[in-house]
């Protein structure tokens, strides 16, 4: 078998992956790749105009498509500039792989040019990450490092290439299986175990479903949907778990957590069987954890055991596959009609309950005499068409984006929901709009986030990817606005953007369209005109400067302590 | 309620390992009391023996964590367990004309054993667990130690009990 360069054994690994797309920048380290993507017609390069850029719109692509996103960048700068990227990709499980280039091994560790711990730096951010030191082991690596990403609880993962295992010769193997002792996720439940939290659910009376992005990465929806449905169960998700149960049905309470609707909170509060799927209990969810959930038996159904009793003491816990898991139990449910029918007599008082919370204390917000921020975005909803892919910065954008877009569908809703990274919408729509060139694919913005990842307006101009960036354009960094003015005596400390471009004239000079809106009145026709552009669009609404988001609920506090309209 | 903790770790034998594996416990502000890493019989993998003082629940999420790394194979937690454990300790001590005798005495009676030998020092070496250690460090104090070198705790579980178990 003729030997190849460990350039080339990439590229064909890429291939055996069936990878299409690959979002990245050049550099020294990783010229000898550079040279032969260029021939390699079969996979579309997408250049952005700054590392995190790529590993955000590798990020998005995953989360939209479901398939492992990649990016490609060079040693030392190319490298860190992707660590915010990772990080954010590794809080929310999101399967990405990273290829570094590294300085060649003989220079490693000599302060060479261009020449970072990138392997180092990025060990607490991956899942797992790898430095190629032989070019026999860079096609074994390569598999692993798709399969770590895609498998058990995804997660990003890093490779990095030094220049002369690039150069190297290698007869290309590439693996059909992986083997590692060390890695072997648990995708089915214990039967018996899931005997037992079906005949908690079975004789509980105020029972809630709190699900969370487990169920959209193990596109589990339909199970959710039907389990609830079954059941008669209400439930609520959190950021990462929107779309996984549609917002249209009637058992739907909305968002839980410090931005979530009364019902879901009071719900939460006054259970007595949570039943988390896929969710972590993180601390925006839980507000004051001792009295979270306080009169509730927690099941717990998760895929990663270090996410069981790690911040709320769980009662039952199932470890696996949530959609295998939800699949048992609809299995044993099936002979148990007499039951079923029993609970769902008896949580009939329960859901009336929950029907006046939702009914009385709905989401709402003031008519005021300017744009106000929620009105753009159930604007967006009403105009957009259902299969829009959304996607969010970070600060009030996004919680109102998830408020008010009720998300019917999985895989709609992009954000970056653990870290809070803002910069991450942009590029997120754009590798979105890569993996489905034809769909719409919006960027909820602020106008401080956008600033963050602007420069990718070249890369949106370049493919013709015709994003819409809708910017809620208050003047402030809003969110953290919001909190000086409930926490710091309003007191704004450097948290006016009163200085920023024209995101017109900045559109423009991009080669890209730009609409600014001032008037109420002309949000829909804006919205209109807007999504039947083509090519990127920035839509920059200028809306009341300070509009809080609500219901919120302060930190630290239990989530039934919630400051209402 | 921090009771010590050792915990032996069954890790592929790579570069790189030993970081991830202590990133855990330094990452949530964990001491390492001490550490002891050398390849297993299949020259593959390493064992680990690490222990530790600490919160009970964070520990428990420390060994999930160890779980989760892929490099890591298996993790055992000996403080429920029935187990034996050695360190050894290298320390060289003052040997004046009055104290030469008491040093080899108190040598004698922890069955340490002499590994060298100057006119005016002695280096000795002991193996054994904690308090035995404890208590041969305290009593050649007074003589003066110049020099102190430890090992990492290594321990296994007793056989006795293992066998217990396993008959259940």
């Known amino acids: 078998m003729k030997k190849i360069t ?34 390699a017609h079969d996979i579309m390069f997408v250049l952005t105009r700054h590392e995190q850029g790529a590993v955000h719109a590798a990020d998005g692509y995953a989360r939209a498509s479901g398939k492992v996103g990649v990016a490609l960048v060079t040693s030392g700068p190319g490298a860190t500039n992707t660590v915010t990227g990772i990080a954010t990709a590794f809080m929310d499980s999101i399967p990405v792989v990273v290829f570094s280039g590294q300085v060649s091994t003989s220079l490693i560790g000599n302060d060479a040019f261009q020449e970072a711990d990138t392997v180092g730096i990025t060990r607490p951010c991956t899942k797992h990450n790898y430095l190629v030191k032989d070019v026999e082991d860079l096609p074994r690596i390569i598999k692993e490092a798709f399969y770590i990403a895609s498998t058990g609880r995804p997660g990003p993962v890093l490779v990095d290439i030094p220049k002369d295992v690039m150069r190297g010769l290698v007869q290309f193997r590439y693996p059909e299986k992986v083997h590692l002792e060390g890695y072997c996720p648990t995708y089915r439940g214990h039967r018996g175990q899931i005997k037992r939290i079906l005949s908690t659910i079975l004789k509980s009376r105020h029972p809630v479903i709190y699900a969370g992005g487990g169920v959209i990465l193990s596109n589990a929806s339909a199970e959710l949907t039907r389990l609830a449905r079954l059941l008669n169960i209400p439930v609520t998700t959190t950021l990462m778990g929107l779309g996984g149960f549609p917002a249209d049905d009637p058992l739907w309470l909305g968002m839980l957590g410090m931005h979530g609707t009364y019902a ?10 949570l039943i988390a799927i896929g969710a972590r209990f993180d601390d925006r969810v839980t507000g004051k954890v001792d009295e979270f959930a306080p009169r509730a038996r927690i099941i717990h159904i ?24 939800m699949r048992d139990m609809l299995e044993e449910l099936s002979g148990m009609e007499r039951e079923i029918e029993d609970l769902k007599r008896t949580v009939r008082p329960w859901i009336e309950r929950l029907e006046e919370w939702k009914r009385d204390k709905p989401l709402r917000y003031d008519k005021g005499t300017g744009i106000k921020p929620q009105y753009v975005i159930e604007k967006i909803r009403e105009l957009a068409p259902e299969d829009a892919i959304i996607s969010t910065e970070v600060g009030q954008n996004q919680m109102w984006a998830a408020q008010y877009y009720k998300f019917n569908a999985p895989r709609l809703f992009l954000t970056s929901g653990g870290l809070g990274t803002m910069g991450y919408g942009f590029p997120a729509a754009i590798g979105a709009q890569v993996a489905f060139p034809g769909r719409t694919v919006i960027d909820i913005a602020g106008d401080g986030s956008i600033q963050m990842n602007i420069q990718e307006l070249a890369t949106a101009v370049q493919y013709r990817l015709p994003v819409k960036v809708m910017i809620i354009n208050n003047g402030y960094l809003g969110m953290v606005r919001q909190w000086q003015s409930l926490f710091y005596k309003g007191r704004y400390s450097h948290t006016s953007m009163a200085v920023s471009p024209d995101f017109v004239k900045l559109a423009e000079a991009y080669g890209a369209h730009g609409i600014r809106v001032e008037d109420p009145g002309d949000v829909e026709d804006a919205v209109r005109k807007a999504l039947s552009m083509e090519g990127c669009v920035f839509v920059d609404f200028k809306v009341e400067p300070e509009e809080d988001v609500y219901p919120m609920v302060p930190a630290g506090a239990p989530i039934n302590n919630m400051l209402l309209v | 309620m921090n009771e010590r903790h050792a915990i032996s770790i069954l890790v592929d034998n790579q570069a790189g390992v030993l970081s991830r594996v202590v990133g855990l416990f330094s990452g949530r502000g964990f001491n390492i009391e001490s550490l002891s890493v050398a390849p297993t019989l299949d020259p593959t993998k390493s064992k680990m023996v690490i222990t530790t003082t600490g919160n009970e629940q964070v520990l428990e999420q420390i060994k999930k964590q160890l779980n989760k790394l892929i490099n890591v194979i298996k993790v055992v937690d000996f403080v429920d367990k029935d187990y034996v454990e ?3 300790i290298l320390v060289k001590v003052k040997a004046k004309e009055q104290t030469r005798a008491e040093v080899l005495r108190i040598s004698d009676i922890f069955r340490a054993r002499v590994v060298d030998v100057s006119p005016v020092s002695y280096t000795l070496a002991l193996t054994g667990d904690q308090g035995k250690l404890r208590a041969f460090i305290e009593l050649l104090t007074p003589m003066g130690i110049i020099d102190f070198v430890r090992t990492g705790t290594i321990v296994m579980e007793r056989e006795m009990q293992s066998r217990k178990r396993s008959d259940q």
């Open chain 1, 264 to 273: 879901a909170n009071m719900a939460v509060t006054e259970t007595d069987c």
């Open chain 1, 6 to 39: 460990g350039a080339q054994a990439f590229i064909e690994a890429l291939r055996c992956e069936g990878v299409k797309h690959v979002f990245g920048y050049p550099g020294g380290a990783v010229l000898d790749i550079f040279d032969v993507i260029m021939d």
């Open chain 2, 86 to 88: 050695r360190e050894m």
């Open chain 1, 302 to 325: 998760d895929i990663d055991p270090t996410s069981i009793s790690k911040n709320v003491q769980v009662h039952l816990p199932v470890v696996g596959d949530c959609g295998n898991v």
